[in-house]
T-cell receptor
Framework: GAVVSQHPSRVICKSGTSVKIECRSL??????MFWYRQFPKQSLMLMAT?????????EQGVEKDKFLINHASLTLSTLTVTSAHPEDSSFYIC????????????FGDGTRLSIL | AQKITQTQPGMFVQEKEAVTLDCTYD???????LFWYKQPSSGEMIFLIY??????QNATEGRYSLNFQKARKSANLVISASQLGDSAMYFC????????????FGTGTRLTIIP
């Protein structure tokens, strides 16, 4: 069964709306979670590293004020796309994993965001 | 900085044949991990196989094996006896201690299995 749950799976909303996406680790604690963005027919691009109890670490070129990340507990990270516009339409996917570079990241099923 | 290169944007393979998906990588970190993920059209990322940089033997997981050639910095995925359900995007990815467990992905290969 899924070890990382992501919700919602699909969002369609009007331009200017803020959208919150949740990522939960179901049977393990994750001090670190990752948020990726994937445009159609492209690869996953890391947006930010979500750190439990502290500020997220954003990749170069990702607007911190646009993509708000909160990691308030060891099992939940949220990504809020603020004042979304059509260019923010994309597939957003989170991952979490046990510590160590040898452990595979477990991915949520992704959120397909469409801004009209 | 880490980099993953997948040079095959798309591949077509006859059902039941074996297929090799290419992946080369670049990193200055002596300790790193290499992963392959499958992404069907529904979007979820499915972990397939892992190879550590210090592993002496090539990793295998059922029909999947990883042809790890460290000197060449390549980590090709081999799928034996391909099935129609193998049709998907395949991504090679890596982590390293320098990268703090972040995954760096290649551009992917779209595999289509022909009946």
């Amino acid at each position: 069964g899924a070890v990382v749950s992501q919700h919602p799976s699909r969002v369609i909303c009007k331009s200017g709306t803020s959208v919150k996406i949740e990522c939960r680790s179901l049977d393990f604690q994750a001090t670190t979670m990752f948020w990726y963005r994937q445009f159609p027919k492209q690869s996953l691009m890391l947006m930010a590293t979500s750190n439990e109890g502290s500020k997220a670490t954003y990749e170069q070129g990702v607007e911190k004020d646009k993509f708000l990340i909160n990691h308030a507990s060891l099992t939940l990270s949220t990504l809020t796309v603020t004042s979304a516009h059509p260019e923010d339409s994309s597939f957003y996917i989170c991952s979490a994993g046990d510590r160590g570079i040898s452990q595979p990241q477990h991915f949520g099923d992704g959120t397909r965001l469409s801004i009209l | 900085a880490q980099k993953i290169t997948q040079t095959q944007p798309g591949m077509f393979v006859q059902e039941k044949e074996a297929v090799t998906l290419d992946c080369t990588y670049d990193t200055s970190d002596p300790s790193y991990g290499l992963f392959w993920y499958k992404q069907p059209s529904s979007g979820e990322m499915i972990f397939l196989i892992y190879q550590g940089s210090y592993d002496q033997q090539n990793a295998t997981e059922g029909r999947y094996s990883l042809n790890f050639q460290k000197a060449r910095k390549s980590a090709n995925l081999v799928i034996s006896a391909s099935q129609l359900g193998d049709s998907a995007m395949y991504f090679c990815a890596m982590t390293s201690n320098f990268g703090n467990e972040k995954l760096t992905f290649g551009t992917g290969t779209r595999l289509t299995i022909i009946p």
